[in-house]
């Protein structure tokens, strides 16, 4: 069983709720889109390394690496948060807050999260806890969209063979992610030779030649695979010249996604099939693939059912209601599509993630931390 928090860390936690509040508002200033997390890695970096911490380095993928007491150690644990997000404003942005809410872009997914994560370094700093098995901290970039993982990706491939279990902090404490969601996202270009709308009427229309694809591509059948679940869309579509004016250019973007690789590759057939068959109608269609995650690969399950039970016992000091688990598209995908033992969860409760209006309870904050705190610190001795 997970150790219970000593009244020591309690105690700590509790002193230092303004102090993670503040943070997280301090964080939320400072700009991080998606491949373009330079400004708040190189924040968080000194902010470390002002606390004592020693070897904090910045890697080729924007992720901030803390390797904590784990030289020559292979069974480490590996635990995140992202500090990019998915809005691609430079300028900074202000937090609202009123009561117990607190309002900004980002201020949850993931921003809340890298703040209890700092907090919680923080501790162990200034405590200089023992960790035996070694504890890789990264406050990783390239979670988002089109940031295609790309952090997660650059850890496993520098400490794979190292990691024991992995930990992504995003999300809430309502429960866990234990299994990866695949996709494949692509950028579809189609041309034609256009023309005037009235003088060259009856040459082919790439607008309305890529309407053809789209229709074809929703009437797909997803697969199926047991219970698992499989989606598509067209997220966005553009091109053309003028109302009286032939179409010659027009692009989309293009995802499916799948819990199952089974499914995931059979969506990747039909998707060529389709494409291949348009590409006898226009002058050239080219397709750019954009992002792409892994599925499940080999996890032991007996190694993946203790994580999650660590998380589960975790969760339940505090949280008394039904902790549910599910699929998605996270920072796990990584290590789960190379065996490793992942779960992801969060420290806060909030709303309207990924939107302008997206909000947090602050007194989720307090709850979600000392969780995180119960699991993270039954690594150290």
């Not at 993670?20 to 964080?27: A, N, P, S």
Request: charged share 25%.
């Amino acid at each position: 069983m997970v150790k219970q928090l000593s009244d020591h860390a309690k105690k700590y936690l509790k002193e230092h709720e303004k102090f993670t509040q503040e943070l997280l508002f301090e964080l939320c200033a400072i700009p991080a889109p998606s491949n373009h997390e330079e400004l708040r890695a190189e924040f968080i970096k000194n902010w470390l390394e002002k606390l004592g911490a020693k070897g904090v380095y910045i890697d080729s993928a924007l992720n901030v690496v803390y390797p904590y007491q784990s030289e020559g150690k292979n069974d480490l644990l590996c635990i995140m948060a992202h500090t990019d997000t998915v809005f691609p404003d430079m300028e900074p942005f202000t937090v609202k807050v009123d009561g117990n809410v607190a309002a900004c872009p980002g201020i949850g997914d993931d921003t809340a999260n890298v703040a209890i994560l700092l907090t919680l370094i923080k501790y162990v700093i200034e405590n200089n806890l023992n960790a035996p098995k070694g504890v890789l901290f990264v406050l990783n970039a390239g979670e988002e969209g089109l940031g295609n993982l790309k952090g997660s990706r650059q850890i496993v491939k520098d400490f794979g063979d190292r990691i024991g279990e992995f930990v992504s902090l995003d999300g809430s404490y309502t429960g866990f992610c234990n299994k990866s969601v695949g996709s494949m996202r692509y950028k579809v270009e189609l041309a034609t030779e256009g023309g005037h709308s009235y003088g060259s009427f009856g040459n082919r229309n790439a607008i309305q030649r890529m309407a053809a694809v789209i229709q074809k591509l929703y009437e797909v059948e997803v697969p199926h695979d047991g219970d698992s679940k499989t989606t598509y869309n067209v997220g966005m579509i553009s091109g053309g010249t003028s109302v009286n004016t032939i179409a010659q250019n027009v692009e989309m973007l293009y995802e499916y996604r799948s819990d199952s690789k089974k499914c995931l590759d059979a969506m990747t057939e039909t998707f060529n099939r389709i494409i291949d068959e348009a590409r006898k109608d226009c002058l050239s269609l080219t397709v750019t693939v954009l992002g792409e995650r892994p599925c499940m690969g080999d996890v032991d399950p007996a190694r993946q059912a203790a994580l999650e039970n660590k998380v589960r016992e975790s969760m339940a000091t505090l949280y008394h209601e039904d902790i549910r688990t599910y699929s998605g598209s996270t920072d796990c995908n990584i290590p789960f599509s190379v065996g490793i033992p992942a779960v992801c969860f969060g420290g806060y409760i909030g709303k309207g993630a990924h939107t302008r209006e997206e909000h947090i309870f602050l007194d989720s904050m307090p709850v979600g931390t000392e969780i995180i705190a119960t699991f993270l610190l039954d690594y150290f001795a």
